[in-house]
C-alpha cells in the first residue's frame, strides 16, 4: 500500500493568534517576540521581516508594526485544538509547535481522496479555531512538508506519487531538509543551487562532504525520505533561554535564573521520559557577544540537583569579566530514555528519593501551574518579574520552545 | 498596543446552552457601569486539574478595548484576565 502523509502548517501561528484575539490587528503588520521576531504576520513580512530577525532590525524595516510579546500558554491552546482535527482524520499524529504530520494511508476508502481529506480538515480548523493553515499530501513527509511550503497561506498541495523527483529537482538546495546554513556554504563554493545540482554528488562524494548525513542527503534530493512519524519523538536537546529586564552582575539574581531556566527545561525533559548526558550554559555579556559551555556528564541524569551543579560550574567558568549579563540560557541534550538511575556511593540521599521528589513536583506542576512550588533558588530570580500560574513572564520568553 | 493584565472578578450575563456552549452577554467590574459584549472575537479553552477554562476575547459597546474575560468552571466563577488598548 502506497503512504500518504499529510503537512499541515498553522500559518503565522503566534501572529495569528494574536490578529484572531484583537480584531483591530487584522490586516496589519504584527510581530510577536522580544529580542528576536519569534513570529511575524504575513502583512509584516512584506516589509521584509522573518522570524528570528533581531527586533531593532525589523523596527527599521517596519517601524509601524505592532509589536507583542506573546503569551505562549495561550498558543498552546489553538494548537492544542488544531492538532484535535488532525487526530479526526488520521490515526497516526506527529504534533510539533505549529506543524503536524497525519499519516492517512489506508483511510482512502472511508474518508475519500487525500485533497478532500486536506480540504476538510482546513476547514475544520478554520471553524474551530479561525486559524488557517497550509497543507501539503505527498508520499513522505519531507514530500509533505515541501508541498504545503510551496503555497502558503492557506495552501493545499498534493504531489502525486511517482513525481517526486520532478516536484523538487527545480527547488534551491535550501529547501531540503538537513541543509542549514553551515551546509549551504560548502554548497555554494561547490557551486550547487539546485537539487538537481545536488543530485550529481554521488553517495560517496556526500559522506566525505557531510558525514553520515550525507546518505541521508542523497537519498532526500531524490525525493526519498524514510523517517517514519514518530508520536513521542525524541528532540536534539531542550533550551530554554532570556534575557533580563536590565544587565545584571548580581550573582543571587543571576543564580536564580539559570536554575528557573533549568527547571523549566528538566520539567519538559522528565515529560518526554528522557535522561540528558550533557549539560549547557550560555551567556552574553550586556557590551559583547555571547559564550557558551557544555559538560557531559559522568552519566545521564534527570535530576535537576545534579543538573544544576554542573550548569553552575558552567557558569561561573564562563562568567570571568567584571561586566553586567544581558542574557542567559540553559541546553539539555546528549538524551537517553529508561534504565536504572545512577546512584553516588556515599550520596545522603539516594537519586531514587530524589527522582520521586521531583516527579511529585512535576504531576503538581502538571496540575496547577508551574507557579504552584517554587524553588528556592528560582524565588530570587523572580523578585524582580510578574508571573502567573505559569510561571515568570520573562523578557524574552522561549516562545518557540 | 499596550496589554494590561488585571485578574480582577467580575459579575457576567451569560448565555449557557446545551453541549457546554457559553455566551458572554455583559459583564460589569466593580464600581464601574455594565459593558455590553458586541461580538465575541474567539475562545479557546485550557485546562486547570481537571477543570476548564474558558477563554473569551470579546468587543464592547463603551470603549474600543479588546477584554479578555476567563469563565472557570471549577467555581463557576468570571474574571477580567487582561484589556488591550491601542497606542
Avoid at chain 1, 503565522?12 to 510577536?32: D, H, T, W, Y
Wanted: charged share 30%; proline share 4%; with cysteine.
Amino acid at each position: 500500500m502506497n503512504s500518504c502523509i499529510l503537512h499541515v502548517d498553522i500559518d503565522a501561528f503566534f501572529a495569528s493568534v494574536e490578529q484572531i484575539r484583537n480584531p483591530a490587528l487584522q490586516g496589519k503588520p504584527v510581530i510577536v517576540g522580544s529580542g528576536v521576531i519569534a513570529s511575524c504576520s504575513y502583512e509584516a513580512r512584506k516589509y521584509g521581516l522573518y522570524a528570528g530577525m533581531p527586533l531593532r532590525k525589523a523596527k527599521k524595516l517596519c517601524p509601524h508594526a505592532e509589536v507583542l510579546e506573546g503569551h505562549y500558554p495561550t498558543y498552546r491552546c489553538f494548537s492544542r485544538r488544531v492538532f484535535e482535527c488532525c487526530r479526526e482524520i488520521a490515526p497516526h499524529v506527529e504534533e510539533l509547535l505549529d506543524e503536524a504530520y497525519c499519516d492517512i494511508t489506508g483511510t482512502e476508502a472511508l474518508q475519500g481522496p487525500p485533497l478532500k481529506i486536506g480540504r476538510s480538515l482546513k476547514q475544520s480548523v478554520n471553524e474551530r479555531t479561525g486559524l488557517t493553515v497550509s497543507v501539503g499530501v505527498g508520499s513522505n513527509r519531507m514530500i509533505a512538508k515541501m508541498a504545503g511550503s510551496s503555497q502558503k497561506p492557506n495552501g493545499l498541495v498534493k504531489v502525486e506519487q511517482g513525481d517526486e523527483e520532478g516536484f523538487i529537482r527545480d527547488l534551491s538546495v535550501k529547501e531540503l531538509p538537513g541543509i542549514g546554513r553551515a551546509r549551504l556554504k560548502v554548497l555554494r563554493k561547490l557551486n550547487i543551487k539546485t537539487i538537481a545540482d545536488l543530485r550529481a554528488l554521488d553517495r560517496q562524494s556526500l559522506r566525505v562532504l557531510f558525514g553520515s548525513d550525507g546518505l541521508a542527503l542523497h537519498e532526500r534530493c531524490r525525493g526519498r525520505d524514510s523517517r517514519v512519524l514518530d508520536e513521542n519523538e525524541i528532540p536534539r536537546s531542550i533550551s530554554r533561554a532570556t534575557s533580563f529586564h536590565e544587565p545584571t552582575s548580581d550573582a543571587t539574581e543571576i543564580e536564580g535564573m539559570l536554575y528557573y531556566l533549568l527547571e523549566r527545561a528538566t520539567r519538559a525533559m522528565r515529560e518526554l521520559g528522557l535522561r540528558c548526558g550533557t549539560v549547557g550554559v550560555q551567556i552574553r555579556y550586556s557590551d559583547s557577544g555571547g559564550h557558551q559551555s557544555n559538560r557531559t556528564l559522568p552519566s545521564p541524569t534527570s535530576l535537576d540537583k545534579e543538573l544544576f551543579q554542573t550548569a553552575r560550574e558552567r557558569l561561573w567558568k564562563l562568567y570571568t569579566r567584571r561586566a553586567s549579563l544581558h542574557s542567559i540560557g540553559v541546553k539539555l541534550s546528549n538524551f537517553s530514555t529508561g534504565g536504572q538511575l545512577q546512584g553516588q556511593l556515599f550520596d545522603q540521599q539516594t537519586p531514587d528519593k530524589l527522582a520521586r521528589l521531583y516527579s511529585c513536583l512535576d504531576r503538581l506542576r502538571q496540575k496547577f501551574g508551574h507557579s504552584v512550588i517554587v524553588a528556592g533558588k528560582s524565588f530570587e530570580a523572580g523578585k524582580n518579574l510578574d508571573g502567573d500560574r505559569y510561571g515568570y513572564r520573562l523578557r524574552t520568553p522561549s516562545l518557540t520552545k | 498596543m499596550q496589554i494590561s493584565r488585571l485578574h480582577e472578578p467580575i459579575r457576567v450575563r451569560a448565555d449557557f446552552g446545551p453541549g457546554g456552549v457559553v455566551k458572554p452577554r455583559l459583564f460589569k467590574r466593580e464600581k464601574m457601569e455594565a459593558f455590553r459584549i458586541t461580538r465575541v472575537n474567539s475562545k479557546w479553552e485550557d485546562k486547570e486539574q481537571e477543570h476548564t477554562l474558558l477563554y473569551f476575547s470579546v468587543c464592547t459597546d463603551r470603549s474600543d478595548d479588546v477584554f479578555q474575560l476567563c469563565f472557570r468552571e471549577r467555581d463557576r466563577t468570571w474574571w477580567l484576565e487582561c484589556v488591550m488598548m491601542d497606542g
